[in-house]
Every structure is written in structure tokens, then in C-alpha cells.
């Protein structure tokens, strides 16, 4: 680890005013990553006394989650366990409790992926250092991306609360030194395209403040569904956020989002396009699952996710269609 600087902000005004440095709030990635010598900065600003670390509802029924809300506090929060189920299953099931006690919410978007070559200096990585190559392409891709791929980068974004934000439609707001604008979750993420390194709409020295929820659907019933080697404190090869309505056998409403699987969170307007005013049965469930990855592009040793992310898909929407 090198040598940085350490400031100390006491507003969020403060902390962006500093000009070229990294937050620090939680650090459950970016001390990691310090260690390994792939972030390298020199100064470092610590955000954890600005506030920002409240849940609040809001006048029109919208729910304002402050970026440093820890999540271990935002997964048992009573409004969103009872309204947003699915951000607290998918919080519940990323992680350790000790990491979820120290990770924020805004920490949490702006995670890093866990591409082994990503956290190898010794290997070649585009995402790490621009225009050395793809290590992953040609190496073990076992657990990396099979949607939004590009030829310069193959990495999943590690996140389970992406997903669930995701299909709840979060708007994420950002601060910077000429104000605030906000940005729908669809719009945060972006594609790794020919600049892999290039990760989310955040520029240098702005913030996240805040994310906000719309108002919950009371009729919906929502389900994070996530498949992993193993049971604890292990990241997706394929999970699943859905959010959905029935009226009358018939889905009304739904969102479907994946993780695990995408360069970015992934939205599902396939699966969802296909079920919508439709019957709300099995058949249906793997047809549409089945649209959700015509258009996966599966590398050497990950081909099984394309056959995982069905399931994965039709058993979610069982899940979230249930007794509706």
C-alpha cells in the first residue's frame, strides 16, 4: 500500500470540494483493493461524519435511503423489509454480517468487480489499467459476464443490491461542485464498450448522496433468488430480482432484473415483454426465460449460466407469482 493523504469531511459540500481524491467510508472494497495495490490513491477523503446515513419516507411515498446507510441497517429496516422485500432478501444474501455492518449503500454501487485478473497486477487488464488487454477472455471465465460483453472486458458487476434497485427502479442522486442531478439506476450503470475502466456516470470528486425508491406497489409481491457455489458468503453465478402484480391469473405488472450474469446489473425487458398480460404459469415462466438469453454471449468455461439464468429466471417468477 502507498502513501496517501487522509482528509476528514464534515458536509457533503466539503467532501466534493476536495478536488481529486476517493471516498472512504465503509472501505469493505477499497482498503482490499489498497492492499493489492490496484487503487493507488493519494488522497482520501473519509465521509463517514456528512450525515447521509438515514431512511426516510417521503411526502408522495417514496423512500430516501442515505448513501452511507449501512446495510446490514437498510436489509432490516422494517418499510423496507414490508415494502421492498426484495432489496432486503437481496442484502441478507450478499456478504458476511461483519462486511454488511461496514458496507454503505453508496460504497455498494460503486463496487468493484471480483474478476480475478482485476485484482492481478500481474495480469493484463483493461478494467485495471487501460489498453493492456482481456486476460479473461482467453483464461478462466468461469463466474464472469455472459451479457455486455465486450472484446475489452468480460467482468460481472459483484452486486446483489444492484439487482434489486434494479427491478425496483432506484434513481441514485450525485453531487458534484456545480450541484446535484439525478440519474435512474437503468442510466447509473454503464457498459464496458471499448472503456471497461469507465464503470458508472459518477465523474471524479462527485458524490452519491442518496437513493431514492418509488413508491411501493402494494400489490406486488417481489423475491431475490440468487444461485451460488456454495451457501455463505459467496457471490452469484446467476441471481434473480423480480418484482410482480397478478390481477386475475394475469401478470399485471413486472420487472425482472439478474445478477451474476451482466457486465452491468442487468434488466430483463425480454422476460418481461413476455409475460406481461399474460397467464401466470410455468409454461410461460421458461418461455420467457428463454428470451432473457437469446442474446447471451457465453465465453470458454461459462456456457452452463446461459442453461443457470433460465432456471434461475422461471423459478423466480414461480417464486414471485405465487398466491398473488
Known amino acids: 500500500m502507498e502513501a496517501f493523504s487522509y482528509v476528514r469531511a464534515t458536509d457533503a459540500?466539503?467532501?466534493?470540494?476536495?478536488?481529486?481524491?476517493?471516498?472512504?467510508?465503509?472501505?469493505?472494497?477499497?482498503?482490499?483493493?489498497?492492499?493489492?495495490?490496484?487503487?493507488?490513491p493519494a488522497?482520501?477523503?473519509?465521509?463517514?461524519?456528512?450525515?447521509?446515513?438515514?431512511?426516510?419516507?417521503?411526502?408522495?411515498?417514496?423512500?430516501?435511503?442515505?448513501?452511507?446507510?449501512?446495510?446490514?441497517?437498510?436489509?432490516?429496516?422494517?418499510?423496507?423489509?414490508?415494502?421492498?422485500?426484495?432489496?432486503?432478501?437481496?442484502?441478507?444474501?450478499?456478504?458476511?454480517?461483519?462486511?454488511?455492518?461496514?458496507?454503505?449503500?453508496g460504497g455498494n454501487l460503486l463496487q468493484r468487480t471480483r474478476c480475478m485478473y482485476f485484482r492481478n497486477t500481474a495480469m493484463a487488464c483493461n478494467k485495471r489499467a487501460p489498453g493492456t488487454g482481456c486476460s479473461a477472455i482467453e483464461g478462466?471465465?468461469?463466474?464472469?459476464?455472459?451479457?455486455?460483453?465486450?472484446?475489452?472486458?468480460?467482468?460481472?458487476?459483484?452486486?446483489d443490491m444492484n439487482v434489486a434497485l434494479t427491478a425496483l427502479e432506484a434513481v441514485v442522486t450525485i453531487q458534484g461542485k456545480d450541484g446535484s442531478r439525478e440519474v435512474k439506476i437503468g442510466d447509473f450503470f454503464?457498459?464496458?464498450?471499448?472503456?471497461?475502466?469507465?464503470?458508472?456516470v459518477v465523474a471524479p470528486g462527485e458524490l452519491i448522496t442518496h437513493v431514492t425508491l418509488p413508491a411501493a406497489r402494494k400489490g406486488s409481491k417481489q423475491v431475490y433468488l440468487k444461485l451460488r457455489d456454495r451457501a455463505s458468503y459467496e457471490f452469484a453465478l446467476a441471481s434473480a430480482a423480480v418484482v410482480a402484480e397478478v390481477e386475475g391469473g394475469k401478470i399485471s405488472y413486472l420487472r425482472v432484473a439478474l445478477g451474476g450474469v451482466g457486465t452491468k446489473p442487468w434488466r430483463s425487458h425480454e422476460a418481461e415483454a413476455a409475460l406481461l398480460h399474460h397467464a401466470a404459469e410455468s409454461a410461460a415462466f421458461h418461455r420467457a426465460a428463454a428470451m432473457a438469453v437469446r442474446d447471451a454471449r457465453p465465453q470458454s468455461e461459462n456456457g452452463f449460466k446461459v442453461e443457470l439464468t433460465k432456471r434461475c429466471i422461471a423459478h423466480a417468477l414461480k417464486l414471485a407469482t405465487v398466491n398473488v
Open 190 to 200: 454503464l457498459l464496458p464498450g471499448t472503456t471497461p475502466h469507465v464503470e458508472t
Open 43 to 105: 488522497k482520501l477523503v473519509d465521509i463517514n461524519r456528512i450525515g447521509l446515513d438515514t431512511i426516510e419516507r417521503l411526502p408522495d411515498g417514496r423512500l430516501k435511503i442515505g448513501a452511507l446507510v449501512r446495510n446490514s441497517d437498510l436489509a432490516h429496516h422494517e418499510v423496507v423489509k414490508a415494502e421492498y422485500a426484495v432489496l432486503s432478501e437481496a442484502l441478507l444474501q450478499g456478504a458476511s454480517a461483519q462486511l454488511r455492518n461496514m458496507a454503505t449503500t
Open 13 to 40: 459540500a466539503g467532501a466534493v470540494g476536495v478536488g481529486d481524491a476517493k471516498f472512504i467510508a465503509g472501505g469493505t472494497t477499497l482498503l482490499d483493493l489498497m492492499k493489492l495495490d490496484v487503487e493507488r
Open 140 to 159: 478462466d471465465n468461469r463466474s464472469l459476464a455472459i451479457f455486455g460483453t465486450s472484446k475489452d472486458c468480460i467482468a460481472t458487476n459483484p452486486s
